[in-house]
Structures are given as C-alpha cells and as structure tokens.
C-alpha cells in the first residue's frame, strides 16, 4: 500500500514520515392498541423502518404484520398516540423521513465502494498508532479515505476536539491521529477496506453527530470481537459487524460488545453485521455473542434496534448476517425493538439473519412501543431464526410485546421457548403476544410459551370516544392463507397481584385460513384487583375477561387450543 504519509512510534516519540508515489485504494371493554396495516400513519412508521424507498411498502419490522384483529370499537393505537397519548413525543414521523437512514441505501449508494484513485491532497491518510500488548508489541495504520475511515484494528476514539469539531484520536483518545475534522455523514469501520484484520477492534464515539459506525471491516474479516461505544453521541446506523456486499467476507470471529451511553438518538443498531449481496454471496456472520447495553435508548421516530444483522438480497446470490447469540439490556423511549435481526429476499438467493443461540432481552423502565423478541423474515427465502428467547421488562409502560418473530412469507420461528416475564409494569396499554406474527405464507412457529405477569396494571383508558383496555394472547398471530404462528409445545399464563382490566385468550390469533393453534395450555390468576376508573358519571370497577381458547376471524382460520389443559383462579 502506497502513503501519503506515516506517524511512525519510536519508543515515546512519533516521527513524521513522508513517502512517494500512488494513493493505493366481544367483552365488557373494546381492545386498545390495534395497529392497523391499512392506517396510513401506520405504514407511515412501518415503511420508515424497512429503510425502503418504496412509500406503499408494507414489509417492516413495524408491528403491523399479523397484529391481532379486534372485536368491534378497537381503536388504532396510532390514531390513540395522535389524539390524547401521553407518549405522543414517540410516536412515529407521518412523513417517514427517517427512511432516509436506509438499510437497502447501505447497498444501493450509502456504503458504495470507495475510488480507488484520488489526488494525493484527498487521498488515504495512513497513520502509524501503537497496538498495546507487552510494550510496544507491533504497529498498525488506519486509512482514510473521504469521508470514510478505517482503522485496521487501531483502537480509536473519535471525539471533539477544542474547536468543537470532530476529530480521530488514538485507543486513550489523548493523541489526534489526524488533522482533518470528519464531516456529518462520515462512516467509521473498526476493521479494513478490502483486508482481513488478525485481532480485534474498538471504536468509541463521544459527543459528535450523524456518524455510522461498523466494528468490523468494509469487505475484509476481522478474526477477533469487535467493541463499539457510543457517548452523549446521535449517530447514523451502528452495526457491531461488518459489511459484504458478495466481493469478500466480513465476518467477526469473536463477538459484538455495544455500549450506548447517555443523550443522542441513534438511527438505527444492529447488533450483527450487513450482508448485502450484489456482487456475490455476501457473508457478515459474528460467530460469537452479540452484546448491546445501552443506558437510555432515547430512539423515536421510527427507528429500530436490532440484536441481529442484516442480511439482503435481490438477486441469485446469497446473504448471511448471523450471529452466534444476543444479550440485550437497557432502558428508555425506543420505538421499535427486536431481538433477533432483519433478513429480506426477493430474487432467487436466499437471505439469513439468524440467531443461532439464545436471544435474552431485558428493559428496565422502559417506555417502548413495540418489542418483538424474534427476528424479521422478509421473502420466501428469508431466514431469521433463533433458538430460544427470555424477554423480561421491569417497570415502565409498553403498547406491544410479541414473544417470538415475524415473517412476512419467511421463516422466523423459534426452535424453543418464547418466555415473557412482566413486573411491575404500570401501564400495559397494547398487547401482549406470547408467540410470533406470520403473513404471506409464512412461518413464525415457536416450541412453547410462557407468559409470567407480576404486580402491573393494565388500566382502561378513553380513546377517541370509546373505553378500551389491554388483550393477552397466549399464542400467535398470524394471517393469510398458508401462514401459520404455532405454538408447538405447551404454553401457560400466569397474572399475579396488581390491578388490571382487559381480555386474555389462550389460543392465539388467525384470520384469512391461517393457523395460530397451541397445543396445550394452563392459566393460573393470583390476587388481581380491578382496575377503577371513572366513566363520567360513576365509578366503574373493571375487570378482565378470560377466553379459552384463541379468537378466529374468518372460516377455515386455526386459533383452537388442542389441550385446555388445568386453569387456576385463587383469589
């Protein structure tokens, strides 16, 4: 690789060295909730998610695939959060501006191959940085390029600096590695352009704006984990991974560590990496864990958090964006999460964002819209599946919680269970899913369900004219011919203390010939008190409402319980 110039470590000292040549290259209270795929405002939301240019595009990982039909006076929850929510600052934009942080604009331009050949003056950057080991063990350069950084494994820091501008900084973020401030819009990799990197990565962001930000490398593997922070920073799409578009791999064969900390809206973060596979069978696996901590996700508007990767493809090629398992905590406003990641295909090659292992989500004081602990499945040969997934959400408030995954006319079962614990939520004002979602054909099947509520309320609210309250539904939902969102194996529920009105199916929810069964189910209801509110004229106790079984819109739909199996009510 030819250089524009090199910092060269010398025991303590940094020499600057200049070289020549190239720049190398029906019950008491209607269901509240409901989101309704035909709501403009809703497909609004959901199209901004997909990162799709196409506005009439349904397919997202917006919750209006399979969402429960509602008995008569259910109200949208979009036309809810518009009116008299108290968590209207979430609700998504009706413009769908924040498509423009497109996923498919990773392929389709955003992460388009850098020249090859530019001046020297706009040229690559190469920078001589110690890589800490016993002493000064060995060297590695980063590479710029535009707007676009590489750092070969150098740890790296990208912070202000005293002029209010941002600037790369070494792994102690104490020593500027590079004079020329990045721009709004940059994106930064913690691995190479083109080269494989033999250890590890580390990028830290502070305070800076609009940066996108990859652990891995830009068409090269990186054999070791990948760590990435975020500060007091509002950043473009972070993935842990990093980016194929089918010219190399870019796979992680250690795992994804992703900390965000602090104030800052993030557009989108994906735990894994993105395939996107124009140019051959693109692969950005993470063979290892997938982490993602973060303090306060702050993220409105439309935008997602994945644990998994994105995989993509229109063509006869192939994408992989897996990963080996994910953790997930945090707490604070977040519009869209999901456990596991977002695969789509539309041409004769097949898309996989699988979770391999476990997918655990916890939220602590949350204030979230929409969770669905699966993964999204978009195409007939889209795979996102996971092993088993634990959800758990501790205080706060939530509209919709799904269990398992969604396929739009993909796979995004789950092998094993779905577990859902609740505690001390004090506003449950949506649905509580405990399976997954299928439409168009697909399959969102999981091996068992439990769904544990402790201590919460599920409160009976005025919208738009109508008193509306919460629905559980055991299984899953699913609609159109050939779909179905099983639950294969057992499945229970269990409420205990708080006060709460609402509906609760134990089956789950099929429309247009679909099938949402679950195989055998038991239900135990402990100390519920009824949830008092005023109507207007009185006080009015309200209470919940259990259906055995599941709740079927239309002839030949499937929502049966195969084994009511035991139901307890003490108290």
């Not at 790369?168 to 080269?195: C, H, Q, R």
């Not at 989108?268 to 140019?279: F, Q, T, W």
């Not at 539904?473 to 409420?495: E, K, N, R």
Request: charged share 15%; with cysteine; glycine share 18%.
């Amino acid at each position: 690789m030819n250089m524009a110039g090199k910092l060269v470590a010398v025991g303590t000292a940094l020499v600057l060295v200049w070289a020549t040549g190239g720049i190398g290259s029906a019950p008491a209270f209607a269901q509240s909730a409901k989101p309704d795929p035909a709501s403009s405002l809703w497909a609004a939301s959901a199209n901004a998610e997909t990162g799709r240019a196409e506005a009439d595009d349904p397919a997202a990982d917006g919750g209006s695939d399979g969402a429960p039909e509602g008995a008569a006076g259910t109200v949208d929850p979009k036309e809810h959060l518009d009116a008299e929510s108290p968590h209207e600052e979430f609700a998504p934009d009706p413009s769908g501006s924040s498509s423009a942080e497109s996923d498919a604009g990773e392929a389709d331009g955003e992460d388009a191959e850098p020249t090859d050949e530019k001046p020297l003056k706009e040229g690559i950057l190469a920078v001589l940085a110690l890589v800490q080991g016993d002493g000064l063990s060995s060297a590695a350069s980063i590479e710029r390029s535009g707007s676009t950084v590489y750092a070969n494994g150098v740890p790296i820091v990208v912070k202000p600096d005293a002029d209010g501008k941002a600037y790369i900084f070494d792994g102690a973020g104490t020593v500027k590695l590079d004079e020329t401030p990045l721009a709004s819009g940059s994106k930064v990799y913690g691995g190479g352009n083109g080269v494989d990197i033999d250890g590890n990565t580390s990028i830290s962001v502070e305070a800076v704006s609009n940066i996108s930000i990859f652990g891995g490398g830009y068409n090269g593997a990186v054999s070791g984990n990948a760590r990435i922070s975020v500060a007091n920073a509002s950043t473009g799409t972070v993935y842990g991974g990093g980016f194929s578009d089918g010219s190399r791999a870019a796979d992680i064969g250690g795992s994804v560590s992703i900390d965000l900390a602090g104030t800052g809206t993030k557009s989108k973060v994906y735990g894994g990496g993105s395939a996107e596979a124009s140019k051959g069978d693109a692969s950005a696996n993470v063979a290892g864990a997938v982490r993602i901590s973060c303090e306060n996700f702050n993220h409105q508007g439309g935008s997602s958090v994945y644990g998994g990767g994105y995989a993509r493809t229109s063509s006869a090629y192939s994408a992989s964006a897996q990963v080996g398992s994910v953790q997930m905590e945090g707490s604070g406003p977040t519009y869209v999460l999901r456990g596991g990641g977002w695969a789509f295909a539309s041409g004769s090659g097949a898309a996989h964002a699988d979770v391999l292992g476990a997918i655990e989500i916890v939220l602590t004081d949350p204030d979230v819209r929409e969770v669905y602990s699966g993964g999204y499945a978009d195409g007939a040969a889209a795979t996102a599946d996971a092993a088993s997934v634990d959800t758990t959400v501790v205080g706060g408030e939530m509209m919709m919680l799904y269990g398992g995954g969604t396929a739009d006319g993909g796979s995004a079962n789950v092998a094993g269970a779905a577990n859902v614990t609740i505690d001390g939520c004090s506003n449950l004002y949506g649905y509580t899913i405990g399976g997954g979602s299928a439409s168009n054909a697909g399959s969102a099947d999981v091996g068992s369900v439990a769904i544990s509520i402790h201590d919460s309320v599920g409160p009976v609210e005025k919208q738009l004219g109508s008193w509306v309250a919460q629905a559980v539904y055991v299984g899953g939902s699913a609609s159109g011919a050939g779909s179905h969102a099983d639950v294969t194996g057992s499945a229970s529920l269990a409420i205990e203390g708080g006060s709460m009105a609402g509906n609760l199916y134990g089956g789950g929810d099929a429309s247009g010939g679909a099938s949402a069964t679950v195989k055998s189910l038991s239900v135990r209801l402990s100390n519920i008190a009824a949830y008092m509110f005023n109507d207007g004229n009185q006080d009015v106790a309200g209470l919940l409402s259990l259906f055995a079984a599941g709740e079927t819109v239309e002839d030949g739909s499937s929502s049966l319980v195969q084994d009511a199996g035991t139901s307890s009510f003490p108290g």
